[in-house]
């Protein structure tokens, strides 16, 4: 079940804590993925707005994990 976020933020920053924005609203299902619908445009403090087609959109996270530490961790670039 999808529930409707009070903010438009697809992700934070995990150093400076800037977010990627979107200007529709945003939704989150039971596995931390978030969806977002129609024509919108994201928007970051460091780069300028980049505008999306009308349709469904699917944001997540990746995550690897390391057999040696025997943890999961984000997949950051």
């Given amino acids: 079940m999808k529930k409707k976020l009070d903010d438009k933020v697809l992700a934070y920053g995990e150093v400076t804590g800037h977010a990627h924005r979107v ?19 994201v928007t970051h403090e460091e780069h300028k707005p980049i505008s999306l087609p009308n349709k469904e959109w699917v944001s997540g996270r ?16």
């Fill in 62 to 77: 990746v995550l690897e994990y390391d057999h040696f530490a025997e943890e999961a961790r984000n997949v950051a670039d």
């Fill in 23 to 41: 200007t529709v609203d945003v939704y989150e299902d039971e596995k931390k993925l978030r969806y977002f619908e129609g024509e919108t445009m």
